[in-house]
């Protein structure tokens, strides 16, 4: 069935999915518009790794998203955008007129020579014209780039090289909050180290002026001028990439996981419409960034292959005031609301008087994504916000997923305070120990490997298809690796538990420890160092960076300036997002005789922990544990 309306369907649609797989998805692959059928549904190699979904199929997902809707919903709201500022006015795009906007777009792209297969970079604020703009890439074919626009100007000019992207599009400038991001400026410094880039779009989204370069820097209202409104969609293979997105992993550099045509459509739209219980004239909120998987998956999509009347909100959670949220709730009738823990916990630390305020009575159902949520937050979110009528979807999942993997279904499974709970139709997870032995029944914790394929996983990492293999195949033989750990309670229920490897969520945002390392290791006085993540009560991890420095090389006259120019290196390195919230200068790090850093202790010294170390005995230097130890309780 297309949508479960009880936990019986639900019963009955899973068992279907893991008997007759290919069935299950050649069935939810048949509402939408195909050019030509599929040959076969499924092939696939975890061994070698390689997958085929909807084997020779042709579509475009754009005819999806838009022209199917034009018969019956071509006057309904497809986007409902809010500005950053109140005081502005909200930009409304029916169906119809978003078809005419991707449409133009999709043709100044192709007047400025982007071709089927090209990539183009995206470096936007959060404007309709970004989600126009990745729509008209997928219209003609190009490989959509989003990099979110809190990134820096080296991190941006990493992912455009690794994508060899031969065009930017930009703003002149993002607001956020009382902040304007320089967008345009950041993207100059970028592009000096891009040769690739031959044209930079650029929209004007403020009053402010940018200098633009001859030549090469285009305005994009000038650009809409040129072009004709009539876009025919290009016939894609449902093999053909959709987008890379770059992600953090456990080694240094981000991998640009790229997702495909055909699968990615059918998986997006369908966990949209089954998770939210989505309705006909619902409207439906998702707070993230077009610049992560969240914004990609269930803002631009999932919601609008479904015919959804999605809200794109430009601004930040406090901004004017902790209330934004909830009076555009109010003002809007917002039925569905999907937003990260982070935000949630930030928000109850303001107060409830931001929340009295509000009615909040249209809500239904109530969704969290990106970061385990505690206790506390959850309670509150379901009692504040949903006043204990709405129920809360967990979701887990990941930008290697493409879409929603373990989560309630909203009305129809249960909910579990902290609990992603069960598996959507077509996931099959297992836990395993660190032998690579499935852990069966339940009242098990293991880490979480998926065994089966689904429609909208990974394909590759881009311009490295073994690193893909090795990332996600390899650590045990026949699964996908998601680099999570998992219990599964006694009714078989999977909480998730955080990372295993050496990644840091913090604030839903996902961030490899070497990443952070390498970036502080640039500063010239910086000998060595190694991060951690800790608790952090609203950010869910904090950043703790343990960093050896050369006394010969300071330059600097106090500890704290030393510490201020090591968070602006990161901050210049990979963005403000990456800014530790804590550095401890240190004699050492604690090393075993291999020369392996012990982080294990360090990550229980950044939690305040000042015994139970565990076996220390394969230590270089025992002495090193106890000199950062009183560091820190100097620091504190
Ligand atoms: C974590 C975001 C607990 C997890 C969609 C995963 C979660 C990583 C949840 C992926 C959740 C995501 N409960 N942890 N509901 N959702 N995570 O790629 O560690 O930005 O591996 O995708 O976030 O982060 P990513």
């Given at each position: 069935m297309n949508k479960m309306n009880n936990l019986e369907d639900y019963a009955i649609d899973y068992r279907k999915s893991v008997t007759e797989p290919e069935k299950f998805w050649a069935y939810q692959a048949e509402r939408f518009v195909w050019r030509k059928k599929w040959d076969t549904v499924l092939e696939y190699d975890f061994e070698d790794y390689n997958v085929e979904w909807y084997k020779n199929g042709k579509l475009n997902i754009t005819e999806n998203c838009l022209d199917r809707h034009l018969l019956n919903r071509s006057d309904k709201t497809a986007i409902h955008w809010v500005p950053n500022d109140p005081k502005e006015q909200d930009r409304i795009f029916t169906y119809k007129q978003l078809h005419e906007e991707v449409s133009r777009f999709a043709n100044v792209l192709k007047n400025n020579g982007v071709q089927k297969g090209d990539r183009v970079c995206l470096y936007m604020p959060m404007v309709p014209e970004l989600a126009i703009a990745v729509l008209a890439c997928a219209r003609i074919g190009a490989i959509h780039s989003v990099v979110f626009g809190g990134f820096s100007a080296d991190a941006l000019a990493g992912r455009i090289n690794d994508a060899e992207a031969k065009i930017l599009l930009t703003a002149n400038f993002g607001p956020r909050g009382s902040k304007k991001i320089g967008l345009k400026n950041i993207a100059d410094e970028a592009l000096e180290n891009c040769p690739g880039i031959e044209t930079a779009i650029v929209l004007q989204r403020t009053d402010d002026a940018v200098e633009m370069k001859a030549g090469r820097d285009k305005w994009w209202h000038e650009e809409l001028e040129k072009v004709e409104t009539f876009c025919e969609p290009e016939i894609m293979d449902s093999e053909d990439p959709l987008f890379i997105l770059y992600t953090s992993g456990s080694t240094g550099k981000p991998k640009g996981v790229v997702h495909t045509t055909g699968g990615y459509m059918v998986y997006t739209a369908y966990t949209f419409r089954n998770v939210f219980q989505y309705q006909e004239d619902d409207i439906y909120w998702c707070t993230a960034d077009i610049g992560w998987i969240t914004g990609h998956s269930y803002i631009v999509y999932g919601p609008l292959l479904e015919g959804a009347t999605s809200v794109m909100f430009e601004g930040v959670p406090t901004f004017p005031d902790a209330g934004r949220f909830w009076r555009i709730i109010d003002r809007l009738g917002v039925n569905t609301f999907y937003t990260a823990p982070t935000a949630i916990r930030a928000l109850m630390a303001q107060g409830l008087e931001y929340v009295e305020l509000?009615?909040?009575?249209?809500?239904k159902v109530l969704g969290t994504v990106g970061e385990p949520i505690n206790r506390e937050a959850w309670d509150w979110y379901h009692h504040?916000?949903?006043?204990?009528q709405c129920p809360i979807v967990d979701t887990w999942w990941q930008t290697e997923t493409g879409g929603i993997m373990i989560s309630p279904i909203a009305g129809v499974l249960p909910t579990k305070p902290t609990y992603a709970t069960l598996p959507l139709p077509g996931i099959q997870p297992v836990l395993l120990d660190s032998e690579g032995n499935e852990l069966k029944g339940n009242g098990v914790e293991g880490n979480l490997c998926i065994k089966f394929p689904w429609p909208s996983m990974i394909r590759t990492t881009w311009g490295d298809h073994e690193r893909c293999k090795n990332t996600y195949f390899s650590t045990y033989k026949g699964y996908y690796f998601t680099g999570d750990g998992c219990r599964r309670d006694e009714d078989g229920y999977y909480r998730i538990m955080g990372r295993v490897d050496d990644v840091i969520n913090v604030s839903g945002h996902r961030l490899g420890t070497a990443e952070v390392e390498n970036a502080i290791n640039m500063h010239e006085a910086v000998v060595e160092s190694a991060v951690v993540g800790y608790p952090h009560d609203i950010k869910g991890q904090g950043i703790y960076a343990y960093v050896v420095c050369d006394a010969a090389k300071m330059e600097v006259s106090t500890m704290d300036d030393l510490k201020a120019e090591i968070a602006a290196t990161v901050n210049e390195k990979i963005g403000p997002i990456a800014r530790p919230d804590k550095i401890q200068i240190v004699r050492g790090l604690p090393k075993t005789r291999s020369g392996k850093i012990m982080r294990r202790i360090l990550r229980k010294i950044a939690a305040g922990e000042t015994s139970n170390f565990g076996d220390t005995s394969t230590l270089l230097d025992p002495s090193i544990v106890e000199a950062i130890k009183e560091g820190v309780v100097r620091d504190q």
């Open positions: 509000y009615k909040l009575d249209s809500l504040h916000i949903g006043k204990n």
